[in-house]
């Protein structure tokens, strides 16, 4: 089998996303595989996910750096010596800083709770709700130096229900993340995308099957049902 693509996933709470790589990651037949896994908080629930999986982690507290340029050369050191490909945001709760978006540009990733550009930032599902959109859903993009802001590599919208409250928003639009986030990771290991004037395109001839879920859609380019 060709080469996997190695994965460094960031985090900082739960890690629901971190587990739905894990997962995918678990399929021999996934094109990745997971590195590391680094939090910022050592009470992080995906260390103990990442631990269960028998993968390396790293525990770098932003709060022993004097500055968020030496708190990113931790990270980016970490994510050298692990020899990683590719960074995955999966619920990292710390800005990074230009010089790490620039040394990992079209090498790092986020997913997001909203259908971008639409409610960047946080609170997504109470806004949402407050804005009053039928459909909200994920997003997974490239990113670039201002947050929540890069080339859409894949979306999923989900219907918002006149009952909702933002937790039970919350908790359909995760399902939609948890199909999202492994399908683009495996489209960028496959090298099916491209950037072309900072939007993703998938290649030509490339026909990715769409993440399955219900009752949500997903598109992104190109996308042949
Ligand atoms: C997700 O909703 C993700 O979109 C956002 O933060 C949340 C992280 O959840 N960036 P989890 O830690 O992956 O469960």
């Known amino acids: 089998m060709a080469r996997r693509l190695k ?24 094109p990745a595989e997971i590195a590391l ?24 507290d932003h709060r022993g750096f004097a500055s968020r340029t030496e708190f990113d050369s931790a990270l980016n050191d970490a994510l050298n010596d692990a020899a990683v490909d590719l960074v995955c ?11 790490f978006v620039r040394a990992w540009h079209d090498r790092l990733i986020n997913i997001h709770p ?23 859903g994920c997003t997974v993009h490239f990113v670039r130096a201002d947050v929540d802001n890069g080339p859409i590599i894949v979306q999923a919208a989900v219907p918002v ?15 939609a993340e948890h199909a999202c986030y492994p399908a683009a990771v495996r489209w960028i290991a496959e090298d099916r995308v491209s950037i072309v004037d900072d939007r993703v395109v998938l ?9 399955v879920f219900s009752p949500c859609v997903t598109t992104t380019r190109r996308y042949t049902p």
């Open 7 to 30: 994965l460094g996933i960031l985090i900082s709470g739960r890690g629901s996303n971190l587990q739905a790589l894990i997962d995918a990651c678990a399929d021999p037949g996934f």
């Open 37 to 60: 896994v680094v939090s910022n908080k050592a009470d992080a629930k995906g260390l103990e996910r990442a631990a269960t999986a028998s993968i390396p982690t790293r525990v770098i």
């Open 89 to 99: 945001l999966a619920g990292f709760m710390r800005l990074l800083g230009a010089e």
């Open 114 to 136: 909203s259908l971008l550009p639409a409610f960047r930032g946080l609170h997504t599902h109470e806004r949402a709700l407050e804005a009053g959109v039928k459909l909200t």
């Open 161 to 175: 229900l006149d009952t909702d409250t933002p937790d039970s928003l919350a908790a359909r639009v995760l399902v």
């Open 203 to 211: 290649r030509d001839g490339s026909t990715p099957e769409a993440p």
